[in-house]
């Protein structure tokens, strides 16, 4: 994670390859540490949206407009992952519940 508004520069993308870090992001982990403060349980979900660059001599930069254009075309899509995710859990709790009543009324 880095803490924003800017993206990582180059060396920092470096860095955080070299400790293992396969994504990064800027509001992910405050996010989650302030759900977590207000007792909340959390459900981590990241759209990768663009590559970072680790090499001096690539032209391309990441911008906040790429950032946004992928966003609109996957919202969809995560939209579809949020609802199916959400449905398979009620299922879960569905049959957690009645496995509770069926052991309860034995
Ligand atoms: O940490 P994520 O969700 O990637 O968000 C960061 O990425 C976007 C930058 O384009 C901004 O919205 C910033 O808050
Ligand atoms: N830190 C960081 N956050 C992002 N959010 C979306 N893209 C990026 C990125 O390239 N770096």
């Known amino acids: ?3 924003g508004p ?6 920092e993308a470096r860095m955080l390859h ?7 992001g800027m509001s992910t982990v405050p996010e989650v ?3 977590k403060h207000c007792g909340l349980r959390v459900l981590g979900l990241s759209l990768i949206t663009n590559k970072v660059s680790l090499d001096y001599s690539r032209e391309e930069k990441v911008n906040h407009e790429e ?3 992928i966003s609109k075309m996957r919202a ?3 939209q579809n992952v949020l609802v199916t995710f959400i449905a ?3 299922q879960v709790d569905t049959i957690n519940n009645s496995n509770c009543i069926n052991s309860n009324a034995m």
């Open 1 to 3: 994670m880095v803490s």
């Open 6 to 11: 800017n993206f990582e520069t180059i060396a």
């Open 18 to 24: 070299i400790l293992g870090s396969d994504s990064v």
């Open 33 to 35: 540490t302030v759900a």
């Open 67 to 69: 950032v946004l254009q």
């Open 76 to 78: 969809e899509m995560l």
């Open 88 to 90: 398979r859990s009620h």
